[in-house]
């Protein structure tokens, strides 16, 4: 079974311009979780999909911060326009049931640096 | 809200020595404990997990117990090698997961 897989692994941009990551989850995983690590700080939650749905999208820092998931499946996070504190590495995480003690299964993650 | 807190790093280590790293959270009710690690290049694999006090979580000769009286769920090895050395990452299951800041730690040979 392949893990979660996250595109690109590294991404360099200047402030101002756009970056778009992609997650594709395990498969038959409903539950996808974005992430984020800034600066060797504590991973923090950005917000959670069930199906194609927001579950919970209360982590987003602000709305330069764009999620989707279409039909379900991978699911896409858009940064426009990036700054300088967009910078870290963003996880994606999957897993099947979403209940409290579900396991998420996290991809490698994206490094984004922001000149 | 919900947190965890972490032993700050880094932790260097010699081959064959004991390993504790110290989380403690704070949470409502009694959320599901996880350890994860993050090897050099590459992403968070789930080390081990609890689900309710006092439960081990054991794996690759690591574990942790779910401590409710004291709140803790630290990790624990007995002997530690060069192979271990990764960052690794307390966490928390209620709405959403809390991690703690990760500890770094290298073993040396």
Redesign the interface.
């Known amino acids: 079974e392949a893990g979660v897989t996250q595109f690109p692994s590294h991404s360099v941009i200047e402030k101002g311009q756009t970056v778009t990551l992609r997650c594709d989850p395990i498969s038959g995983h409903d539950n996808l979780y974005w992430y984020r690590r800034v600066m060797g700080k504590e991973i923090k939650f950005l917000l959670h999909f069930v199906k194609e749905s927001k579950q919970d999208e209360s982590g987003m820092p602000n709305n330069r911060f764009l999620a989707e998931r279409t039909g379900g499946t991978y699911s896409t996070l858009k940064v426009q326009p990036a700054e300088l504190e967009d910078s870290g590495v963003y996880f994606c995480a999957s897993s099947r049931l979403g209940g409290l003690t579900d396991t998420q299964y996290f991809g490698p993650g994206t490094r984004l640096t922001v000149l | 809200g919900d947190s965890?807190t972490q032993m700050e790093g880094p932790v260097t280590l010699s081959e064959e020595a004991f390993l504790t790293i110290n989380c403690t959270y704070t949470a409502t009710g009694y959320?599901?404990l996880?350890w994860?690690v993050q090897y050099p290049g590459?992403?968070?694999?789930?080390l081990l997990?609890a689900?309710k006090a006092d439960d081990k979580g054991s794996n690759k000769g690591f574990e942790a117990t779910y401590r409710k009286e004291t709140t803790s769920f630290h990790l624990e090895k007995g002997s530690v090698q060069v192979s271990d050395s990764a960052v690794y990452?307390c966490?928390l299951?209620?709405?959403?997961?809390?991690?703690?800041?990760?500890t770094r730690l290298t073993v040396k040979p």
Do not use: C, I, N
Not at chain 2, 42 to 46: M, P, T
Not at chain 2, 93 to 102: E, K, L, V, Y
């Open positions: 965890v959320p599901s996880f994860y590459e992403g968070l694999q789930l997990k689900t990452f966490a299951r209620g709405p959403d997961m809390r991690f703690g800041a990760g």
